[in-house]
């Protein structure tokens, strides 16, 4: 029996300390069989919506919303289409820009990736199934305060490759102390994250850990808090 809601929170530590950011997300079922996902986060600086709609494991469509303690907000949205992902992009005033990014048919659709932690298990469970490499579709936040190029769409060529199976992750803390069995621990690289980076990913793909190394002096460790879930146990969004 699959579960028709589910929700949790990604708590970012530095060096091992707090960051105080966080994302929220929730999913739910909808009678086509797919998932509607929504996830926040609010950080220093900016706060940051994504509304998603996820089939067979993969964002078919998302909007995003970027807003700034100061400055204008930009939104765009994307939908996966045949042959061409189409992006509609609005920044503060503006006239909405709309873009087309084409791909060949015959390599298969890139994977959409909206920027939240609770769409990378699924993109690289979607890369190991193709063989470990694909293209991978984010929205550039690269300069947050250039307005011009924020949110506009970038291809990346991702790779992910199985390092073990069957991993218990610990919980953290003594009011979510629950591990998480039967994960799969992974290598995930492009842009940012180089050989380093490790991926822990549950059994519906739910990404409960990752750790990355930002610089000599940077140690992110961000680890899932899992709320809850109605309906049965397990799916695969």
Not at 38 to 55: F, K, L, Y
Not at 174 to 185: S, V
Not at 193 to 204: I, K, T, V
Request: glycine share 12%; net charge negative; proline share 7%.
């Amino acid at each position: 029996m699959t579960s028709d809601s589910d929700r949790g929170i990604y708590h970012y530590l530095l060096n091992g300390e707090p960051t105080g950011i966080e994302e929220r997300w929730q999913r739910h079922r909808q009678p086509s069989g797919d998932w509607l996902v929504n996830s926040s986060r609010r950080a220093r600086g900016n706060h940051m919506e994504v509304d998603a709609w996820m089939s067979a494991g993969r964002v078919s469509r998302f909007e995003l919303s970027w807003a700034p303690e100061e400055g204008e907000p930009v939104r765009a949205a994307y939908r996966l289409g045949d042959g061409a992902i189409k992006v509609s992009r609005h920044a503060g005033g503006l006239d909405p820009q709309e873009h087309e990014v084409s791909f060949p048919a015959a390599n298969g659709a890139p994977l959409l990736s909206p920027l939240m932690r609770v769409f990378a298990g699924p993109v690289i469970a979607r890369l190991l199934e193709a063989g470990g490499q694909g293209t991978v579709v984010v929205p550039n936040i690269d300069q947050p305060t250039a307005t011009g190029s924020l949110l506009q769409p970038r291809l990346s060529t991702r790779r992910a490759r199985l390092l073990e199976t069957g991993v218990e992750v610990p919980g953290m803390g003594e009011h979510w102390a629950e591990p998480t069995p039967g994960c799969r621990l992974c290598e995930y690289q492009g842009d940012q994250y180089g050989p380093e980076a490790r991926f822990w990913l549950a059994e519906d793909d739910m990404l409960v850990r990752y750790q990355w190394r930002q610089s000599p002096t940077e140690h992110w460790d961000v680890r899932l808090q899992r709320l809850g879930k109605e309906g049965g146990v397990g799916s695969r969004g």
